[in-house]
């Protein structure tokens, strides 16, 4: 099956850093990428869409100026957390729309544990 | 009003039992549901997808659509130990691709 990887699994950063995570769709061409954040205990919350060649669109109460979206290519997106603070850890996780599937055809990478101290 | 509404739970069922859990949604014109399980600490992994109307079965999972009333089911046959996990019931709205979850259903089995 296809398979999206996610870059790093886990990262411990001081409050005012900014992190970088990136995600792959190792085996198929995602026009379309997803970024989700998970509090404990609570669903996914859908951040923005990333779509290739263009910029993202983010959902309501997610600040563009602070989760910066790359999608450079058909197969990596970035999500940048910028000037992190302690209420950013969170688990987030990207999804993959497969370009050459259906509708429902996406896929999920593992995530990416994000704390702030 | 959520727009993808599950009862939280937990809902505990003992093994081999069947495992009932329900959906509602309030975008009327979406046209694809998904359920979704995710164990402590992973990302969610898809069970199902279903598109039309009725029920659609895949091994012990079998879900079911009823767009009139605007509701998905899951049902878990012969639940297992290790079907205990969260299942997130999901919808895509309508028009675009953007996939919303529910807060997910807690399902415990007991052994």
């Known amino acids: 099956g296809a398979v999206v990887s996610q870059h790093p699994s886990r990262v411990i950063c001081k409050s005012g850093t900014s992190v970088k995570i990136e995600c792959r769709s190792l085996d198929f061409q995602a026009t379309t990428m997803f970024w989700y954040r998970q509090f404990p205990k609570q669903s996914l919350m859908l951040m923005a869409t990333s779509n290739e060649g263009s910029k993202a669109t983010y959902e309501q109460g997610v600040e563009k100026d602070k989760f910066l979206i790359n999608h450079a290519s058909l197969t990596l997106s970035t999500l940048t957390v910028t000037s992190a603070h302690p209420e950013d850890s969170s688990f987030y996780i990207c999804?993959?729309?497969?370009?050459?599937?259906?509708?429902?055809?996406?896929?999920f990478g593992p995530g990416t544990r994000l704390t702030v101290t | 009003q959520k727009e993808v509404e599950q009862n939280s739970g937990p809902l505990s069922v003992p093994e081999g039992a069947i495992a009932s859990l329900n959906c509602t949604y309030s975008?009327?014109?979406?046209?694809?549901f998904f359920w979704y399980r995710q164990y402590s600490g992973k990302s969610p992994e898809l069970i199902m997808s279903?598109?039309?109307?009725g029920d659609k079965e895949d091994g012990r999972f079998t879900a079911q659509l009823n767009k009139a009333s605007q509701y998905v089911s899951l049902l878990i046959r012969d639940s297992q130990p290790s079907d205990s996990a969260t299942y997130l019931c999901a919808v895509n709205k309508a028009g675009g691709f953007k996939t919303i979850f529910g807060a997910g259903t807690r399902l415990f089995v007991k052994a």
């Open positions: 279903i598109y039309s109307n």
């Open positions: 999804s993959a729309r497969d370009f050459a599937g259906s509708e429902g055809d996406r896929y």
């Open positions: 975008d009327r014109g979406s046209q694809s």
